[in-house]
């Protein structure tokens, strides 16, 4: 699974390899029975010979030896059988462990992975990476583990057969690559395939996904025959490519059984001749005709192998490549922690850019500690983005920010993440109760701690008129039910008050609530933000009542930061934007420090 370029029988078996290392103890067991059941495979035949040959006795068949005969045959086969239910026991034991493993890695890197990776990822994707791709891991250890059995029995038989006789089994054993040469070809058609029908399949999860999270605006929109077009195009696409690999491995398997069936034939006729002459033995001639066309079974197994290794690689690279997505933010060898409170958080000369757009243009600003800073300006101007950065969950294009004169990329980035508590934009909450939810940054909170900081956020009253109170369960789930937004933000808002951390982020925190409601959870951050650095993005800036400044971002540009009189007094773009909320929305117009004279009553 490492390099994704080499022959798939060895990439699979480095990865067989390396998932029986990791387990030596199940790992030796295996190997142990499986070497087993491979040569009783071969002591099988033996023992028929054995029998075989006694029948010719001049004194005829003896009981005794028939008895005897039929018994060692019996055991054998009975100690074959064994072997095989222990074998697939222990090899599905194997594969489960290494698709554990490998969830728990996939997973762990997941969480690793910058935001910036998730913003150019699907939802079906990801949520095919879990299963399709993590089955896929599964599937090869396994193959692994039948590849083994298939080399160990054909092991077994082929010795048997060299020591009746050699010739006879050259020839037979050399037909086996030439039979496989199609297969080698025909497998990279497989794979082709096969990565086509895991982009189909990544389009059908989201199809899935859209009808799950976007079942109202497909009904309003009449959008049913849209849904239903896009997926019988995509099931079509599907059925195409399964097609073609099943094509692709079942010629393999046709021309392989064409070229050994020939052999097989010539191994007839040689040894025909041989008996015929007197250098061979009738039932020699049999039992190695049994082991040959025996020793193809488990080729065949192998060819099967081949193919459905050929078929999950696609899914291989694809976990791959996350695997080896780099770390975006990665903190350095020698990251400072950060211990206490910051006294300054400064921006200097900060751009920004998602792809080929800047989004921050040169954005310089000085913020002190315990200051309340509020941040405003046109849709699409970048505010989201500024807390983005200061969060550091994307690095600047060029400049930087410090928090007292550190570097935030030196700085240990966990210690940041412990000092910021965020409600953003689109809250976010798991499906879970409302209690675990509101304890996420807190998971020692009491009882008491969390109706406390529920009661901040004017939640209190709502929770409690629920089924189950602080035991409801959030989601669309069998025992979860659906909340309003505006409550979703609230429940946001009462985690970030009980996480208690000294910075604190509010993104449009308050434009789901009603006017009561926005009071309410107004005078609760006015609480909450005493003493604490904060930066609140408002669309409203009726909510940025006591703000110390605002900061203006347009088009990227910081185009103004200080008190409100100030920027309405300097700055054009906030001067704009007041006096479009000011005519839109008298009725909230009872902003902060704002001269008697611009004051407007509705
Ligand atoms: N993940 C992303 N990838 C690429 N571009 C993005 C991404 N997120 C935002 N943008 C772009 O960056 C610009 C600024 O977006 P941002 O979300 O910061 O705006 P905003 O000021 O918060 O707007 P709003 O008030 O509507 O929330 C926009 O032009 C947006 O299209
Ligand atoms: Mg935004």
Redo the contacts with the bound molecule.
């Keep these: 699974m490492r390099e994704t370029t080499r022959h798939p029988v060895l990439e699979a078996a480095q990865l067989g390899l390396r998932a029986l290392l990791a387990q030596p103890g199940l790992a030796a067991v295996f190997l142990g029975v499986t070497l087993a059941e491979g040569f009783s495979q071969g002591l099988l035949v033996w023992a028929l010979r054995g029998a075989l040959r006694g029948f010719s006795d001049p004194g005829g068949i003896r009981d005794g030896a028939l008895l005897s005969a039929a018994a060692l045959i019996f055991g054998v086969w009975m100690l074959r059988s064994a072997c095989t239910y222990f074998g697939e026991d222990l090899s599905a034991r194997i594969a489960h462990r290494v698709e554990h493993q490998g969830a728990m890695q996939l997973m762990q890197k997941l969480l690793s992975l910058s ?2 990776f998730f ?1 150019k990822r699907s939802q079906g994707d990801l949520a095919l990476a879990t299963y399709a791709d993590l089955k896929g891991i599964r599937f090869v250890t396994m193959q692994i583990s039948v590849i083994a059995l298939q080399v160990s029995r054909l092991c077994g038989l082929a010795v048997v057969a060299w020591l009746i006789s050699p010739k006879l089994t050259l020839v037979g054993i050399a037909m086996i690559p030439l039979g496989l040469l199609p297969a080698h070809w025909l497998g990279q058609r497989v794979t082709r395939a096969a990565a086509r029908e895991r982009d189909t399949h990544a389009g059908i999860s989201e199809d899935f996904l859209q009808v799950s999270s976007g079942i109202r605006v497909i009904k309003v929109n009449r959008a049913e025959g849209r849904m239903l077009a896009q997926t019988e195009r995509h099931m079509r696409e599907l059925f195409a490519v399964l097609v073609k690999q099943v094509q692709a491995r079942s010629l393999s398997r046709l021309l392989f059984e064409a070229v050994t069936g020939t052999g097989l034939v010539i191994v007839l006729v040689m040894g025909g001749r041989d008996v015929g002459a007197g250098r061979l033995e009738w039932q020699s001639l049999f039992s190695v005709l049994i082991a040959i066309i025996a020793v193809y079974s488990p080729v065949t197994g192998l060819l099967g192998s081949f193919n459905v290794i050929n078929s999950v690689l696609p899914n291989l690279h694809r976990l791959q490549q996350v695997m080896d997505a780099p770390v975006e933010v990665p903190d350095r060898a020698d990251a400072r922690p950060l211990r206490a409170t910051p006294d300054v958080i400064e921006f200097e000369h900060v751009s920004f850019q ?2 080929e ?1 800047t ?2 243009r040169d954005v310089s600003a000085r913020f002190r500690r315990g200051e309340k800073i509020g941040v405003v ?12 950065l200061l969060l550091r969950l994307y690095d600047p294009t060029s400049g930087r920010i410090t928090l007292d004169g550190v570097d935030l990329r030196d700085l240990v980035h966990a210690d940041l993440m412990d000092h910021c508590a965020i409600v953003l ?1 689109e809250p976010f909450l798991f499906p879970d109760t409302i209690a675990n939810n509101i304890r996420l940054a807190k998971v020692d909170a009491s009882h008491d701690e969390i109706v406390a900081a529920a009661k901040a956020a004017n939640i209190h009253t709502e929770i409690m008129q629920m089924e189950r109170g602080y035991d409801t369960v959030i989601a669309r789930r069998k025992d979860g039910r659906g909340i309003s937004v505006g409550q979703k933000q609230r429940l946001c808002i009462a985690a970030a008050l009980l996480k208690n951390a000294p910075i604190l982020f509010l ?2 925190a308050t434009s789901n609530l009603d006017s009561v409601s926005e009071r309410a959870v107004q005078s609760a951050f006015e609480r909450l933000m005493v003493g604490r650095t904060s930066f609140v ?1 408002a ?1 409203r800036l009726s909510t940025l009542r006591t703000v110390d400044r605002i900061l203006v ?1 347009d088009h ?1 540009h910081a185009v103004g930061l200080g008190t409100h009189a100030e920027l309405l007094r300097d700055c054009e773009t906030y001067r704009r934007l007041w006096m479009a909320q000011m005519s839109a929305e008298p009725s909230r117009g009872d902003p902060p420090p704002t001269p008697a004279a611009l004051r407007v009553t509705g």
């Design positions: 935001v910036r913003d998602y792809e757009q989004v921050l300006g046109p849709s699409g101007a970048g505010k989201s983005t500024f807390m983005s934009q993104d449009e993005i669309h971002l990227g």
